[in-house]
């Protein structure tokens, strides 16, 4: 197939008035909250973290920008060769990676620590979705299908176990299961593998890392160790619940500053913000998620394309799980299982992650009177 054939007869004015620029401005709006978190995290300084995160959204935002102009066509096309790629630098990960805090995860690209892991939350999103696309759903339901899905969806998940991260792993499940769901996949299916895993839970436990048992018996109780493991979550409802209705100011998290809140510009960067923000801050912040999600669900239902639709609903669900699971984790809701606020948290390999995802919905925008063949 030939490059020519994914331009379409748009003109370039008509392509950047096709764009949705409520989505753009909320993602902006989402990137700039989170330079002032991110500079809050550093004591009111510019200093590594504040630095290297502002950097890469004045990098990938106009870069999500810019692959927003690819044909819808030129995403269904090299799906399945994204999965592959990043299937590969998982397997590579597991033989060469570099090892952190017990794990590993990333690639060492010089000007990145790339974590292959998220991007294969994305990946596998547009992997199914162009393999429903081109299945027709009359074979949905046929074993041949059922297994070759379940091969697709299982063999990143197990990789990222192996790292281990259980929580990106989870994530991945999720972002694949969302799309097998809504291409119509018979929900007896479901429930067989609902009884699957209930039946070998307690074998699936005993092969958890110990931290991982103890993040769990943590939740249930985490007054059991409360300098230890249930140290993070116990600090962090007294952060967002000092913050009250207002917040104590920005710059004014005594959690924060104080050094009671560890992994503030990560996993709990939320709470910082709850802190510092209070109630109407949050809901604030949480109001701008449901207005992307919401966009994003919007394209999808416009999109003349399957690929697209699916794309779309999928993307907008993982936004969905991610932005639950992280506030939930953060609030003694659900275990700590190391999820990323989408580009509020620290970490270049999400933001990369979430920024393709949007540049994807955006495309499918601009073309959504498109059809795929």
């Given at each position: 197939m030939q490059y020519n054939s994914f331009n379409s007869q748009l003109t370039l004015f008509q392509k950047l008035k096709n764009f949705d620029f409520i989505l753009l401005t909320c993602i902006l709006l989402l990137g700039i909250i989170s330079a002032f978190s991110m500079y809050s995290t550093d004591g009111g300084e510019i200093l590594f973290h504040s630095k290297s995160h502002i950097i890469k959204f004045l990098i990938f935002f106009p870069m999500m920008i810019g692959l927003s102009f690819f044909h819808i066509k030129a995403w269904h096309f090299f799906s399945y060769i994204f999965?592959?790629?990043?299937?590969?630098?998982?397997?590579?990960?597991?033989?060469?990676?570099?090892?952190?805090?017990?794990?590993?995860?990333?690639?060492?690209?010089?000007?990145?620590?790339?974590?292959?892991?998220?991007?294969?939350?994305?990946?596998?999103?547009?992997?199914?979705?162009?393999?429903?696309?081109?299945?027709?759903?009359?074979?949905?339901?046929?074993?041949?299908?059922?297994?070759?899905?379940?091969?697709?969806?299982?063999?990143?998940?197990?990789?990222?176990?192996?790292?281990?991260?259980?929580?990106?792993?989870?994530?991945?499940?999720?972002?694949?299961?969302?799309?097998?769901?809504?291409?119509?996949?018979?929900?007896?299916?479901?429930?067989?593998?609902?009884?699957?895993?209930?039946?070998?839970?307690?074998?699936?436990?005993?092969?958890?890392k110990p931290y991982q048992k103890l993040r769990i018996l943590t939740f249930l109780d985490p007054g059991r160790d409360p300098l230890g493991a249930g140290y993070q979550i116990i600090q962090s409802k007294i952060a967002v619940g000092s913050g009250g209705i207002t917040g104590k100011g920005f710059l004014k998290g005594t959690q924060s500053y104080l050094e009671f809140l560890p992994e503030k510009h990560t996993d709990f960067i939320f709470t910082l913000f709850a802190e510092e923000h209070g109630l109407i801050g949050s809901l604030g912040l949480l109001l701008i998620y449901i207005i992307i999600?919401?966009?994003?669900?919007?394209?999808?239902?416009?999109?003349?394309?399957?690929?697209?639709?699916?794309?779309?609903?999928?993307?907008?669900?993982?936004?969905?799980?991610?932005?639950?699971?992280?506030?939930?984790?953060?609030?003694?809701m659900l275990p700590i299982v190391g999820s990323p606020l989408p580009i509020m948290s620290y970490g270049g390999s999400s933001m990369l992650a979430t920024m393709i995802g949007f540049a994807i919905v955006m495309s499918a925008k601009i073309n959504h009177k498109q059809l795929i063949s």
């Open positions: 999965y592959a790629v990043i299937l590969f630098f998982l397997f590579w990960v597991s033989l060469y990676g570099v090892k952190a805090s017990g794990s590993q995860r990333w690639i060492n690209l010089y000007f990145i620590n790339l974590q292959p892991s998220e991007l294969m939350k994305i990946a596998i999103i547009t992997c199914l979705a162009k393999y429903y696309h081109r299945l027709g759903f009359e074979k949905v339901n046929t074993l041949q299908s059922v297994m070759l899905v379940m091969i697709i969806l299982i063999l990143p998940i197990m990789l990222v176990i192996s790292q281990p991260d259980l929580g990106t792993s989870i994530l991945i499940a999720a972002s694949g299961l969302v799309v097998i769901w809504l291409a119509g996949l018979n929900i007896k299916y479901f429930l067989y593998s609902f009884i699957i895993i209930l039946i070998s839970s307690p074998f699936v436990i005993s092969l958890l999600i919401y966009r994003v669900l919007k394209i999808g239902s416009i999109s003349r394309s399957y690929f697209a639709k699916l794309f779309c609903y999928g993307f907008g669900s993982s936004i969905f799980f991610y932005v639950a699971v992280n506030m939930s984790m953060v609030l003694g």
